[in-house]
């Protein structure tokens, strides 16, 4: 059958896999055909991803991403791949004010420095095959927009932004490419654990012309795209997936 | 942590709201200056001076300064 987004035969690396987007870009990416290696904190929670991937040949692997023996032993455990997508990451709600360094650092670590490293071990060590393609899930936040007391968390992800682009040009001649989805607020559990009331979620939703926040599975959609080689001449790009949120 | 010290720091978020408008009987909601950003800076306040987090749910059930205080005291 004719698919220019299949991802057959290729080996497909996500963090961050035991909720959210992770969860719904590993489970995507089986579905179209991908081997793929899941990581994630929560062992019980990485399982139950695990068991929801269709088809065979897939791996998990306990990892935390901001430890360096966790990072070397997940690089080690990997023979080649095809295409890594970093889901991992965190939000706080800080008005920056309170924005200390040892907040920021948290943030940073997780949202930049270990998908950073990540890389940089997987590109040293020649793990990622010709025509593979990585990609950074990143935001709106940062990159064309901020939101109230989200100056942190748009720090992160404007470093991201600069990063794809000097990867993405610095892998080229090695036939990889770089990209990143830059979503609008996606419903996830991300913001169960937060301050943020639920008639705020509901007045934030109204501010989407599309009238509602992201579904993971849209983000995993787009970001299969730019695994797939149908977006083979497409590198160093932030793909907006926002419901319109940055229109006006 | 004492009621007058945490009327103080709570406070303390306002700009344009001058301290003494603030007593422990203050319906806060109903003050010019809150908003869902003031909701955020009194809860980092909340973490950075008692190490206790607010969440969405407190802030929305005290009416009073006083109710949070003592949401608060609940959590210590």
Redesign the interface.
């Known amino acids: 059958m004719y698919n220019p987004f299949s991802l057959s035969r290729k080996t497909i690396l996500v963090t961050g896999a035991s909720s959210g987007i992770g969860k719904a870009t590993a489970i995507e990416c089986s579905k179209l055909g991908a081997s793929v290696i899941i990581t994630g904190r929560n062992r019980e929670r990485l399982n139950e991803t695990f068991s929801e991937l269709e088809n065979e040949g897939h791996n998990q692997v306990i990892a935390d991403l901001c430890e360096t023996s966790s990072l070397q032993n997940l690089v080690t455990g990997i023979e080649h791949i095809d295409g890594i997508v970093h889901c991992a990451g965190i939000t706080k709600n800080i008005p920056f004010q309170f924005a200390t360094t040892d907040k920021l650092s948290e943030i940073i670590n997780l949202n930049f420095f270990a998908p950073t490293e990540l890389t940089r071990l997987l590109v040293k060590n020649k793990k990622i095959n010709k025509g593979g393609s990585i990609v950074f899930i990143s935001s709106v936040s940062g990159v064309l927009c901020s939101a109230p007391a989200s100056s942190m968390y748009s720090a992160s992800k404007g470093a991201v932004n600069g990063l794809i682009k000097g990867i993405a040009l610095d892998l080229a001649p090695r036939g990889i490419r770089v990209n990143s989805v830059i979503p609008g607020v996606v419903e996830t559990n991300i913001f169960e654990a937060g301050v943020i009331s639920e008639e705020q979620l509901e007045e934030n939703k109204r501010m989407y012309p599309l009238k509602r926040f992201g579904k993971p599975i849209e983000i995993a959609h787009s970001v299969i795209y730019l695994l797939s080689d149908a977006s083979a001449w497409i590198t160093g790009s932030n793909l907006l997936i926002d419901g319109g949120l940055t229109l006006q | 942590m004492e009621l007058q010290e945490f009327i103080s720091n709570f406070a303390d978020q306002f700009e344009d709201t001058d301290a003494s408008e603030i007593t422990k009987n203050t319906i806060f909601k109903d003050l010019d200056e809150w908003s869902?950003?003031l909701?955020?800076?009194v809860?980092?306040?909340a973490?950075?001076e008692y190490g206790v987090?607010?969440?969405?749910?407190d802030?929305?059930n005290a009416s009073t300064v006083e109710d949070l205080y003592m949401i608060l005291k609940n959590k210590l």
Do not use: T
Not at chain 2, 53 to 57: E, I, L
């Open positions: 869902s950003l909701a955020l800076s809860s980092a306040m973490e950075e987090s607010f969440k969405g749910d802030i929305r």
